[in-house]
């Protein structure tokens, strides 16, 4: 291929080479010229024009590029026409997306001219979705290297495909110790089916039991029995040993384990194994998180009827590290100890910045409730608890609001975008701290029933070493405020936007929380008149 400037009377049935704006008009890139194109350049007074033509033996880059994408195409795919040297390739069903990566490397390696970028081998991939694209980079490419990148495509297994969902009827098995609550099984099986339910398949039978082998072996064989495939296996303490009571529990019912351990994180302790022909797999702790994790990786490729061997999960290591989740270790810096093995520090959040516009013309947390503006009640709340430090965000008003709590030992902290919603407050509160505290308590300042009492004992919920990392405090089943956090979702609660709270945190990070059963006052927000006329009633 010839390329470079040329007189425009030579440049006929030559390729554009960048977009030209003429009097008619623009002559985008890549368009072949015609007799049209040439008297509006010359109209226009152009000259000359950067060009490509094409000699013998080149294809051009639509051509090329649509031949690699349909050697490429497997199963369940479909590709597109080309345009501008692209071919786009997509996922003709959900499932996941099969290919051997070094076959995209061998593609990358003939020449500089042709690329391949595909998504990641075994990703999870929805009907629709792109999940490779061709690009020839020059306009036209030598027909040797075409035919080179064809011969390394040649061969039937070296094409992408995806392998389609199919639909599985799953038996779960979990065990329970001493203390296991209810609530707990209860929420990971809803997890689990939740996933399923994404991936096409269903959750069956659940059985409960005591985490002991000959139990485990028992409630493994009855699902088994009943047509449940796979089997999974929610352990109330963690798998640590392949003699450890789920292995034991499977090798007892008569199957085999196949792996132990994976090169993802979180998912290190996860387990495979078989029944005669039903999979069988131990979940890691992870799996009772909605966050993704490498249990998803590997129920993902069971409900696409992969095989899941150690081989195909030795090799998920690359790529394996998820992104930073909460319940991991912290690593100590030198001297640092352990959070729990001094007293832990607390700061209180009050978020008092709001316009109340449900209130109607006044400010809700100026109205007097015994003699005290309402944000005052919570503010001494807080002080009186044992909090380290309380912060008051301002913003709707603050003067009247940093007047109300004068005296007090607090730190205003000023919101001017309190208008941008309650994530805009959330992160001014997180800006005021330093890294001295454990943990923050996120207080509205319209809940003057808020107690002292109540901030010290969601405070001693706190516990690391037992990932409770969430406290939120539950009256009758029911959620309320306020909620600690872990000092370790400060970069989380910072990337929050618009009216985007802590309760999307809490729901993102539901294996770290911890319900704190109390009185009903921390349901008891004040928006309306009419809300605080019958907390004014009902004070004690």
């Known amino acids: 291929m010839k390329f470079g400037p040329v007189p425009l009377e030579a440049a006929k049935g030559t390729i554009n080479a960048h977009s030209v704006r003429t009097e008619n008009g623009k002559i985008p890139k890549g368009k072949f010229l015609d007799a049209d194109d040439i008297a509006a350049l010359r109209a226009s007074g152009v000259k000359n024009i950067v060009v490509a033509s094409l000699e013998s033996g080149d294809i051009h880059e639509d051509e ?26 997509f996922a003709s069903a959900a499932g996941v997306l099969v290919f051997d990566a070094a076959l995209v490397h061998a593609v990358n390696q003939v020449h500089e001219s042709v690329t391949l970028a595909t998504l990641a081998p075994g990703a999870l991939v929805s009907e629709g979705q792109v999940i490779a694209t061709i690009k020839i980079i020059p306009f036209a490419v030598a027909n040797d290297i075409l035919g080179h990148v064809l011969e390394e495509i040649s061969a039937p297994e070296n094409s992408l495909s995806v392998a389609a969902f199919k639909a599985h009827k799953v038996g779960l098995v979990a065990t329970r110790v001493a203390g296991t609550p209810d609530k707990m099984l209860d929420k990971s099986a809803k997890l689990l089916s939740a996933r399923l339910t994404r991936l096409g398949s269903s959750l069956g039978e659940e059985i409960r039991c ?32 392949r003699r450890d009571m789920v292995p034991s529990g499977i090798v007892s019912a008569g199957g085999e384990l196949d792996h132990f351990g994976m090169p993802v994180d979180p998912g290190n302790l996860l387990l495979i194994g078989h029944l005669g022909d039903v999979r069988v797999l131990g979940a890691p702790g992870c799996a009772r998180s909605p966050a993704e994790n490498g249990f998803d990786r590997v129920l993902e490729q069971m409900m696409a009827v992969q095989p899941v061997t150690r081989q195909s999960i030795v090799v998920m290591g690359a790529g394996g590290l998820y992104k930073e989740i909460h319940s991991r270790p912290q690593p100590r810096t030198a001297g640092q100890q352990p959070e729990t093995e001094d007293k832990m520090r607390f700061a209180v959040i009050i978020l008092a910045a709001g316009q109340s516009r449900r209130m109607g013309p006044v400010n809700k947390l100026l109205q007097e409730i015994d003699g005290k503006a309402m944000v005052r009640h919570v503010a001494e709340a807080a002080n009186a608890s044992g909090s380290a430090a309380t912060l008051i965000v301002t913003g ?13 030992d607090i730190t205003l902290v000023h919101n001017p975008d309190f208008a941008d919603g309650l994530s805009a407050s959330l992160k001014a509160g997180i800006a005021g701290l330093d890294d001295a505290y454990d943990g923050f308590l996120v207080c509205l300042g319209d809940m003057p029933g808020i107690s002292a009492q109540l901030l010290d004992d969601m405070m001693a919920a706190y516990d690391p070493d037992q990932g409770r990392l969430i406290i939120v405090p539950v009256f009758q089943g029911k959620r309320g405020n306020p909620v600690l956090f872990s000092n370790r979702f400060r970069d989380a609660m910072s990337d929050l936007g618009g009216d985007m709270g802590a309760k999307y945190l809490i729901g993102r990070n539901e294996d770290v929380v911890f319900e704190l059963e109390t009185g009903e006052t921390v349901l008891r927000d004040i928006d309306t008149p009419e809300a605080l006329a019958n907390f004014r009633d009902h004070r004690d």
Do not use: C, M, W, Y
């Open 210 to 241: 005591n985490h002991e082998e000959k139990a485990i072996a028992a409630a493994i064989s009855d699902l088994v029995a009943r047509g449940h495939e796979p089997v999974i296996i929610f352990g109330a303490s963690a798998t640590v040993d």
């Open 64 to 89: 090329a590029a649509q031949k690699i994408a349909i050697a490429l195409g497997g199963k369940k795919t479909r590709v597109a026409d080309a345009f501008t040297g692209r071919v786009n390739l």
């Open 396 to 408: 709707h008003e603050r003067d009247r609001i940093a007047g109300e709590l004068s005296g007090l």
